[in-house]
Structure formats: structure tokens, C-alpha cells
């Protein structure tokens, strides 16, 4: 909201301010007490879910989907949309995985190569996705859903020439760190995910680029004219949310112990949920990645605690998709009022 | 892809009129060719002897994963005037209305691997899904000695496989009154949905869960993925899956777990075979799948059902088994 202010002060009075204010505050606490009352439920009615483990178990089961909806988050406050990474999840992995297995069938000749390298080529996969991605929007003025849509279908189809369609397993000690990995007892995954959001935290909240990020979203046409480059804030947050996609590939990918060329189906509507869910604006320019984190946390305790209690997983997706709905209609509400 | 195109081309090749005229053209729709299993499959399927001496026209359809794009391929066969079919349909019921047509043109179908709801099928070669169930529960009630509690972990509800092996599964449970299913989910045939619930359900049941009967490998490698995340011994869980990956060879070769084979190569060759015969009526079998099982007699491939026996992979086999994947 600063952000938005900082190109278009706000002109109203004190009392539509305090207003506007309490609106933005119910808006933005409505989903962390949605989620502290979620835990309350569960706390009670289950005893183990409040325990270390269970804990340690909800953040991990987070941390990829969290990192796809803090890029996501920055797509999505500039009126965008990333439908491919999913798809980037999937080729940046089975691209990493190729370069850090002992398989000789499955890898790249000459290798396993130092995972450093194999997590930079992955993030290198996903960036360039995103890079195209970007250009298509922002040079050519094609809509985010199509560009982004035409990259769903081409970065799986090149996944699986890429992979022969086989699965890449036997990965090395190294590059299984990143998914598997613990330090002072917080895995290795949940370490990553903490460090991306700080990261897009501090970005979006306290520097340049965050702010015309929000600018661009919200009022294109004032951002242009207040001089900010439109074009190349558009392209970069695809390269963002590409380069995290890849990352997260990876991190799938360690986790699980192979890279499948079917990875990661359908991940980009877990990642928008989180942002919608986090109360970001998919009318762009209103959001927060704080938002997103919530969010994704959400998503991750309400699937865990009927785990534990042994529902269905039917029902988590019936809930899911209210959540969704719900804090959609909260964010209407919000619009109406202003 | 590749085989998409090798298909494409072979396909163009088909319908130049001077080169079919005494070679069978026979067409294989699978459901998809995304995934090992179907790969190998495939991959049996041209390698075996007819296809290479040059016997057969062979074309692989790769069906996607989706009823409809099978049943285009269907008509396109019917179209190009293929002499048999062998089918691997994405689901058992959505599939027989492709069978009903190429029928209706006389083109003999010959099932494998996955079944359709269809009395109009030449034949059918795949596994019995109900003896693998049984078997791999089986393994793991064993190995706690018929008491304790288990988990399984399904594949996607409804599907024919799931539905089967299921089946197997609880006729083995039955034989061990003193176990207990204390979960009971599916994780959609997905190691990483596997992984997840193992997860929670680790933390749910604490020092309870003694067995965990995976309705295929990738989901049995989650279940190990887990246990080992939660620093957990995993020697301490019998755990069992179905199908044989590359994977769960490995996994066997390191004593985490059993895996029942699915022998994709004697599916694919078994049927080819019978869709040959099917054609040519002096024909006889080339594959040597039939020596291999002789559990499964080839009665001058009239059969309407052949049943390919499943093979546990041990720590004696396996090392044979994977030097078969290089």
C-alpha cells in the first residue's frame, strides 16, 4: 500500500483514511487469524499436532509451493499471471538431476557433476523460461495467461525430449542436501524457503524495483509517465518466478530422490491459491508477500491436520477451493469499500 | 516424442501403397508413454523378433492419457485399413467403444497391460492385478508376522488397477485378523503425494506403524522417503510396492523394500504374438516369453486370456533384473 501511495498519495480525509485503514487491516490480519484459528482447532482436537515434528513436517511440505507463490506473488502484483511453472518444476529438475546422478544411462556423460553447478544450471533453465516468458509479455504485448499457457505445454513437451520421458534417479549425497539436508535439526528445504521470502520481503517492501513493482500493477499508465520502465519490470518478475520455479524443481527433486518428468502437474494452481489466498490482487498493484506466506501455510495446515486425522484427502480439495472463493469475496468486499 | 515421431513416420510409410501389401499392419494405442512402465513396453514391443526381421509394420499411438485422443487413433487405424490392433487403454470402460469400432471393421484387437469392459476383444495378455495385491501384502504381513498395524497407500480410487489390487490386498488381511489398517489414502499413484502423507501419518501414529503396503513403487519409495526424513530406521517397516521401476530395484537391492515385477516385456510380446496369429493363421509365436512362462501355455494363441505370472524381485534377482535396464 505505501508503495501505491508513493505514485498516487492518497487525498482523502482522516476519517476515510482510518476507515480505509481498518479495511486494509481486517483484509490483511483476516487470514493470520483464520490460520492461528485453524491451528487452535487442530491443536486441540489432535495432540500431535502441535508437537516439533509435525511442525518441522508442515513447514517442509510449505517450502515448494511457497517458494512457486512468492514468485508467483511478484507475477501477480503486476497484473500478470505464470501458468508454467509447473512445467519449469519439472524440466529445471530433470535438467539438475541429469547432471548430479550416478546413473549412467540416466546422466549426463562425464558426470555426476558438483551439485553446485547442477543447481546452477537449473536455476539457469528456469530463468530462461521465465526470460521468454517475459519477452513475450512485455515486448509483445501478448496476454500473461497465453504466453505463460503456450510454456506449460512447451517446457513439459521439452522435458520430456530432454529426459527421453525416463525418471532420473540416483542422485548424489550433494545434490539430495538441498531436499533432504537438516541443519541444527531445520531441514535444508525450509532454510531455502525462509531465505527466498526475507529475500522478496525486503524486495518488495524496501527497494526501488518493490516499489515500481507495485507501480506497474497497480496504474500502469502513471508509472510510464512518472518515468518507471514498465516493459522491463514485466520481464523481470518472470524471470523471478522461473528462476524460483527451477529452484523448487530442484528441491522436488532431492526431496523425492528422482527427477519424473511428470512433476509437478498442476503446481501453478497451488501457487496462485497461495497468492489469492494471502489477499495479493490478481487486478494487480495491492499485495503482499507476507500475504502469500500465510497463505501457502494455510494450504499446507489444513491438508496436514486432516491427514492427521485421517480424512479423505477429497475433502482437502473441497476446502481448498472454498478457501480460495472465500478470500476472493473478502477481497471484493475490500474493493467495494474503497 | 521420440516414438511419437518414429510413429508419424512410420505411419506416412504405411500408406504408400506398394509396401504393405503382404507385411501385416498391426497398431499398438497405449494410453501414454510418459511413464517407465509403458516405455519399456513399448520398447519390448519393437524389439521384438517379428518387428525386427521386418515380419510386421509396426506403429506405436501414443494415446496421451486421454480416452478421446485413443479413440481418434482407433478411427485413424480403421481408416488406413490396419490388420490388427493391440490396445492399451487409459480406462477400462471409456476404451470399449474404440474396440466396438475397429470390430465392427473386422480388425481382431488384442488387449494387454490394462483391461477394457469389452466381450469384443480378441484376446487379452497382461497380470492378474489382484495376484500382485495379494502378494506384496502378503510380503509385508510376513515380515511382521501376521500381527501389527499397517498402512496403504492406493492409487487413484476407481482406477481398474487400484480397484484390483486392492482387492488382493485385503484377501491377504483377511488371513491376518490380528492386523490392523490404521490408514488407509490415496497418493495417486505420486511418490511425492506418497511422501507427504507417509509424513504426517508418522507423526500421527508414533512408533505404531509397522507395514506399509504401496499399491506400486513410486509410492513405496515415498513411504521410505519419509521414514528416513523423519530419521526413522527404515529396516524397521516392511514395505512393499508393485511394478518393478528402476527405482525399487535399487531400493530392493538395499533391503528397503519388496516390489513385485510386472513383466512389461512378455505383455507386449505376448500380445503382438497373438495379434499376429490373429492375421496370419500359420503363424507361430517368435517370442521367447512363451519358454520363459510356462505357467502360461500359448494353446495356439486362441486364448481369450493370458496371464502373465508376476515375479517378486529378491535380493537373489535383482541384480539379473536391473543389468535387463542398461
Not at chain 1, 507463490?69 to 539438475?96: E, H, K, Q
Not at chain 2, 538395499?254 to 505376448?270: E, K, N, P, Y
Amino acid at each position: 500500500m505505501e508503495a501505491k501511495q508513493a505514485v498516487a498519495p492518497g487525498t482523502e480525509g482522516r476519517g476515510a483514511g482510518l476507515k480505509r485503514r481498518l479495511a486494509v487491516y481486517g483484509q490483511k490480519y483476516g487470514i493470520l487469524v483464520a490460520l492461528v484459528l485453524v491451528c487452535l482447532v487442530l491443536a486441540v482436537v489432535n495432540e500431535y499436532f502441535l508437537t516439533a515434528r509435525n511442525i518441522t513436517n508442515v513447514l517442509r511440505q510449505t517450502s515448494i509451493n511457497g517458494i512457486l507463490a512468492v514468485g508467483m506473488t511478484f507475477v501477480i502484483l503486476t497484473r500478470g499471471i505464470d501458468l508454467s511453472v509447473g512445467s519449469v518444476v519439472a524440466l529445471a529438475g530433470i535438467v539438475a538431476a541429469s547432471l548430479a546422478t550416478t546413473s549412467s544411462t540416466a546422466g549426463v556423460a562425464g558426470g555426476p557433476y558438483p551439485a553446485l553447478l547442477a543447481i546452477a544450471a537449473g536455476l539457469s533453465v528456469g530463468m530462461a523460461c521465465g526470460a521468454v516468458s517475459g519477452i513475450v509479455v512485455s515486448r509483445f504485448a501478448v496476454p500473461a495467461f497465453v504466453a505463460t499457457l503456450g510454456m506449460l505445454s512447451a517446457a513439459r513437451g521439452l522435458t520430456l525430449l530432454y529426459g527421453g520421458g525416463r525418471p532420473v534417479p540416483e542422485l548424489t549425497p550433494g545434490f539430495r542436501v538441498i531436499g533432504t539436508g537438516e541443519v541444527a535439526g531445520i531441514p535444508v528445504l525450509v532454510i531455502i524457503f525462509a531465505v527466498v521470502f526475507l529475500i522478496a520481503w525486503w524486495v518488495l517492501s524496501a527497494t526501488r524495483f518493490g516499489r515500481h513493482v507495485y507501480a506497474a500493477g497497480g496504474n500502469p499508465h502513471a508509472a510510464v509517465v512518472s518515468g518507471i520502465n514498465v516493459r522491463r519490470i514485466r520481464f523481470l518478475v518472470y524471470v523471478i518466478s522461473g528462476g524460483l520455479a527451477g529452484l523448487a524443481g530442484m528441491m522436488l527433486a532431492a526431496r523425492t530422490g528422482s527427477a519424473l518428468p511428470q512433476a509437478g502437474i498442476a503446481y501453478e494452481l497451488d501457487a496462485i491459491a497461495a497468492v489469492v489466498i494471502g489477499g495479493t490482487s490478481l487486478a494487480g498493484g495491492v499485495g503482499r508477500v507476507t500475504g502469500t506466506l500465510i497463505g501457502a501455510l494455510l494450504i499446507s495446515v489444513v491438508n496436514n491436520g486432516l491427514d492427521l486425522m485421517g480424512v479423505e484427502s477429497y475433502y482437502q480439495q473441497v476446502i481448498k477451493g472454498v478457501l480460495i472463493v472465500a478470500a476472493v469475496m473478502l477481497d471484493q468486499a475490500r474493493h467495494r469499500r474503497e | 516424442m521420440k516414438k511419437t515421431l518414429y510413429a508419424i513416420l512410420a505411419t506416412t510409410a504405411l500408406t504408400m501403397p506398394a509396401m504393405a501389401q503382404d507385411k501385416p499392419k498391426i497398431g499398438a494405442a497405449v494410453y501414454g508413454l510418459n511413464a517407465e512402465f509403458m516405455q519399456i513396453w513399448s520398447a519390448a514391443l519393437e524389439d521384438h523378433p517379428a518387428v525386427k526381421e521386418g515380419l510386421v509394420e509396426l506403429t506405436i499411438f501414443d494415446g496421451r492419457y486421454d480416452a478421446l485422443v485413443q479413440q481418434e487413433q482407433f478411427d485413424t487405424m480403421i481408416a488406413q485399413d490396419f490388420d490388427a490392433i493391440i490396445f492399451v487403454p487409459i480406462d477400462i470402460e471409456a476404451g470399449a467403444a474404440a474396440v466396438d469400432a475397429a470390430a465392427a471393421a473386422g480388425i481382431p484387437v488384442v488387449g494387454s497391460n490394462t483391461r477394457v469392459n469389452s466381450d469384443k476383444l480378441k484376446s487379452y495378455v497382461g497380470s492378474d492385478d489382484v495376484k500382485s495385491g495379494y502378494m506384496e501384502a502378503k510380503y509385508v504381513l510376513d515380515k511382521i508376522g501376521c500381527k501389527g498395524e499397517v498402512v496403504i497407500i492406493e492409487g487413484p480410487i476407481g482406477q481398474s488397477a487400484q480397484i484390483s489390487r486392492l482387492e488382493g490386498n485385503m484377501k491377504a488381511l483377511a488371513e491376518c485378523p490380528d492386523v490392523k489398517v490404521i490408514e488407509q489414502q490415496t497418493a495417486n499413484w505420486s511418490r511425492a503425494e506418497a511422501q507427504t502423507l507417509m509424513e504426517n501419518w508418522l507423526t500421527a501414529h508414533p512408533d505404531m506403524i509397522d507395514g506399509v503396503i504401496g499399491q506400486n513403487d513410486e509410492m513405496a519409495l515415498g513411504a521410505i522417503e519419509a521414514i528416513k526424513a523423519a530419521g526413522l530406521n527404515v529396516t524397521d517397516f516392511a514395505i512393499a510396492g508393485i511394478d518393478g521401476i528402476t527405482d525399487a530395484l535399487l531400493a530392493v537391492k538395499a533391503g528397503d523394500m519388496a516390489s513385485i515385477l510386472q513383466d512389461a516385456r512378455a505383455q507386449a510380446q505376448g500380445a503382438l504374438d497373438v495379434a499376429i496369429k490373429s492375421v496370419k493363421p500359420d503363424y507361430e509365436p517368435m517370442s521367447d516369453i512363451w519358454t520363459t512362462y510356462s505357467d502360461m501355455p500359448w494353446n495356439g494363441g486362441t486364448d481369450a486370456e493370458y496371464s502373465v505370472p508376476w515375479t517378486p524381485v529378491t535380493a537373489e534377482n535383482v541384480d539379473a533384473l536391473l543389468a535387463l535396464r542398461q
